[in-house]
């Protein structure tokens, strides 16, 4: 469930639900949509991700991976945001934005997981490599400090690539390769359903909306998959994404 025990003690002794987010982060972005289907009230810690003012000390002793979303609820520390999300449907309960059938609880679990997965290296390197190549320099001391505070090898990759040289056309494509793969999955669901698992609006599509949102503003081509673009619009309608997305990032 993602349930980790911080180095930092200071937030063991906050009381009802805290948020480290930021605006552009599309990780954040699907539990800011879950908080707002809830309608729970939620305290915002917020960083500016180009400023690196989650790169300190001090919120690596909250989530040892440096990054955001991080939830804290009552003192409880929960990590990566599919185990956000789903720890907030289990722990108020409505409205459910789970499937009832097993069957289909495991398919919104493998969309779940797939966006977790794919996130690295198809998500956001497409985005950095079309919209941010070139943007994120930083000095030597900059680096320095980030590779004392980073002990994910996967994180610490990425960093150096998109602080350093930079992504690779190739980088790019093999992004674009992945994220075609399962958007062309995603459009054959929602060729002929409403919601991307069984009949109900679920995790599943809260998760990967937020990456239509993003992708798009970096330049990825909905137009192969005009069922997920049409999904996507549907469910921008929605006050939960207006409140959970534009209100922090009007556009991407």
Not at 29 to 42: A, H, S
Not at 85 to 91: G, S
Request: aromatic residues 12%.
């Amino acid at each position: 469930m993602g349930i980790i025990t911080p180095t930092n003690k200071a937030v063991l002794d906050y009381k009802g639900l805290h948020l480290f987010h930021a605006s552009l982060s599309n990780c954040a972005m699907r539990v800011r949509i879950t908080l707002e289907e809830k309608k729970l009230p939620w305290v915002s810690h917020h960083f500016d991700l180009p400023k690196k003012e989650h790169i300190t000390p001090e919120y690596f002793g909250i989530n040892p991976n440096g990054v955001v979303p991080t939830l804290v609820h009552d003192g409880v520390v929960i990590i990566e945001s599919d185990d956000i999300i789903d720890y907030i449907d289990e722990t108020f309960s409505e409205p459910s934005l789970k499937p009832t059938s097993t069957k289909e609880l495991d398919k919104m679990y493998w969309w779940m997981k797939s966006a977790v997965d794919i996130h690295v290296k198809g998500i956001k390197t497409f985005i950095y490599f079309h919209k941010m190549q070139g943007k994120m320099k930083q000095s030597d001391e900059q680096k320095a400090a980030y590779e004392k505070l980073q002990k994910n090898k996967e994180l610490l990759s990425f960093h150096k690539k998109s602080s350093g040289e930079g992504f690779s056309a190739v980088d790019a494509k093999v992004a674009e390769t992945i994220l075609d793969g399962f958007f062309a999955k995603a459009d054959a669901i929602l060729e002929n359903n409403q919601w991307m698992i069984g009949n109900q609006f679920s995790l599943a599509d809260i998760t990967w909306l937020p990456l239509h949102f993003t992708l798009s503003g970096a330049g990825y081509d909905f137009s192969k998959f005009p069922a997920v673009d049409a999904w996507a619009k549907r469910l921008q309608q929605r006050e939960s994404f207006k409140k959970g997305v534009l209100e922090w990032c009007p556009s991407f």
